[in-house]
């Protein structure tokens, strides 16, 4: 499956000092709105923080720096007020240099053509328990009272069904065209064969034939490829597999319960 079309390369430049972090782009910012300002209160909500949290950033920001960045004056008819020193404003003129390289050196990345590489090795590192785990998007949600069913386009032209909640749909922010991950786990996969007339509840049917059979003392693992693209794996009973006559090649249907299906995003 190509890579989304609107992957665009990013960044955040963050400062450290040894082992602890000054902060990123928002508390320089905020040092800014100080100065702009002169309020603490008025720069906090400029830059969307709590004036608690603006304190608390000022502060961390002075223990890093060993020295005062911002002078406050209280008291007086119109209230306190607070000014930047002499190294808070060379601070926020040297992170506004640092800031535009690193703008240059990513719009650098993103003129090579690294886009789509870069979004590959994303979904390379995402570490889960789950064996199973196929690329998709989200041709539809059909709500439900509690459960919403998911359908999810993967390769090949199949249609995956996932059940969860209504509360996931809204928390992963599913809709058509959302590009998701599905995760199942092997032991959730049943082998069955196909034109057994056997009929079955189970929502997920998907064509393939058994790339590789790898026997166990009590349990065999069934590597199937799915028809146009795509691998799933199966755990099941060595004599279930016997019974079956499995063998690479043969033709069979990886079966699984929608509910069995997990859903996960990348952003």
């Not at 830059?47 to 020295?67: P, T």
């Not at 789950?130 to 998911?150: C, F, M, S, T, Y």
């Not at 597999?241 to 690479?248: K, M």
């Amino acid at each position: 499956m190509a890579p989304s079309p609107d992957l665009q390369l990013d960044g955040s430049l963050w400062l450290r000092s040894g082992e602890q972090t000054w902060g990123g782009a928002q508390r320089i910012a905020l040092l800014a709105q100080i100065g702009a300002t002169g309020s603490i209160a008025a720069a906090a909500r400029a830059v969307g923080m709590s004036y608690k949290g603006a304190w608390d950033a000022i502060d961390a920001m002075n223990n890093l720096a060993g020295v005062c960045l911002v002078e406050r004056a209280t008291g007086g008819k119109g209230g306190g007020s607070s000014r930047l020193t002499e190294p808070a404003q060379t601070l926020i003129a040297r992170f506004k240099l640092l800031q535009d390289e690193h703008q240059r050196f990513v719009q650098h990345l993103a003129n090579q053509g690294l886009a789509g590489d870069l979004d590959l090795m994303r979904r390379f590192m995402l570490k889960t328990s789950a064996r199973n785990r196929l690329l998709g998007k989200v041709a539809d949600v059909r709500p439900g009272a509690v459960n919403d069913e998911i359908r999810i386009a993967i390769a090949g032209g199949h249609i995956l069904r996932a059940t969860i909640t209504r509360e996931s749909t809204a928390e992963l922010a599913l809709r058509p065209e959302r590009e998701v991950i599905a995760l199942i786990k092997a032991s959730a996969v049943l082998v069955g064969l196909p034109g057994s007339g056997m009929r079955l509840s189970a929502d997920n049917q998907l064509p393939g034939v058994v790339a590789q059979l790898r026997p166990g003392a009590v349990n065999d693992e069934v590597i199937i490829d799915l028809e146009g693209g795509g691998t799933l794996v199966a755990i099941i009973t060595h004599d279930s597999a016997q019974s079956l006559a499995l063998a690479e090649g043969s033709a069979v249907h990886a079966i699984f319960s929608a509910s069995n299906v997990i859903l996960g995003v990348m952003d």
